[in-house]
T-cell receptor, first 114, second 111 residues
Framework: DTGVSQDPRHKITKRGQNVTFRCDPI?????LYWYRQTLGQGPEFLTY??????LEKSRLLSDRFSAERPKGSFSTLEIQRTEQGDSAMYLC???WGSGKEKLFFGSGTQLSVL | GESVGLHLPTLSVQEGDNSIINCAYS??????FIWYKQESGKGPQFIID?????DKRQGQRVTVLLNKTVKHLSLQIAATQPGDSAVYFC??????????FGTGTSLTVIP
């Protein structure tokens, strides 16, 4: 499978715990995006990387959220001290190019904070 | 902030009919638009895109129309099939490289 891969598919955690999600983009895609989606809503932009550089972060991204893409390939999204409001689907997408190009999404990680 | 909205939250069509899903956007600087299809439990799937230098683009059974004057985008699906049942999102990109998504329209195809 050469699509965007996300792990885990589901995560249940207790409030206050830290969680980390992983995304493997389509190989050779230089851009990687993280989005969050709640039920009945469209995806909301969180952050994006071009290669290993984090170029944009949404104001939605609180200090409890951190994302990395250390070698310009896979990326991790960590949420510290999770809150119930963090419950959502976390989507990763990747694209190739230097301008605006279509995003290819993974199947997401569904986070439930109890 | 950006505002991308859809006129109808739900749409039901008979199998074999054509479907039209509409999307309004507010940022006149947006110059790239994408339609995505999302099935339950899956990530959004690319359908078709269009840049602002075009008014119309066709794919397999799908057509996207862009009216920059009224900031309106539509997705037409020909001969709608049960497998087309899903939520459809439009996404826009303006300055920067982030995409803004609308709320989505749920399409139900009646056999």
């Amino acid at each position: 499978d050469t699509g965007v891969s996300q792990d885990p598919r589901h995560k249940i955690t207790k409030r206050g715990q830290n969680v980390t999600f992983r995304c493997d983009p389509i190989s050779e895609h230089n851009r990687l995006y993280w989005y969050r989606q709640t039920l009945g809503q469209g995806p909301e932009f969180l952050t994006y990387f071009q290669n290993e550089a984090q170029l944009e972060k949404s104001r939605l991204l609180s200090d409890r959220f951190s994302a990395e893409r250390p070698k310009g390939s896979f990326s991790t999204l960590e949420i510290q001290r999770t809150e119930q409001g963090d419950s959502a689907m976390y989507l990763c997408a990747s694209s190739w190019g230097s301008g605006k190009e279509k995003l290819f999404f993974g199947s997401g990680t569904q986070l439930s904070v109890l | 902030g950006e505002s991308v909205g859809l006129h109808l939250p739900t749409l039901s069509v008979q199998e074999g009919d054509n479907s039209i899903i509409n999307c309004a956007y507010s940022n006149s600087a947006s110059d790239y638009f994408i339609w995505y299809k999302q099935e339950s439990g899956k990530g959004p799937q690319f359908i078709i895109d269009i840049r602002s230098n075009m008014d119309k683009r066709q794919g397999q059974r799908v057509t996207v129309l862009l009216n920059k004057t009224v900031k309106h985008l539509s997705l037409q699906i020909a001969a709608t099939q049960p497998g087309d049942s899903a939520v459809y999102f439009c996404a826009e990109a303006s300055t920067g490289n982030q995409f803004y998504f609308g709320t989505g329209t749920s399409l139900t195809v009646i056999p």
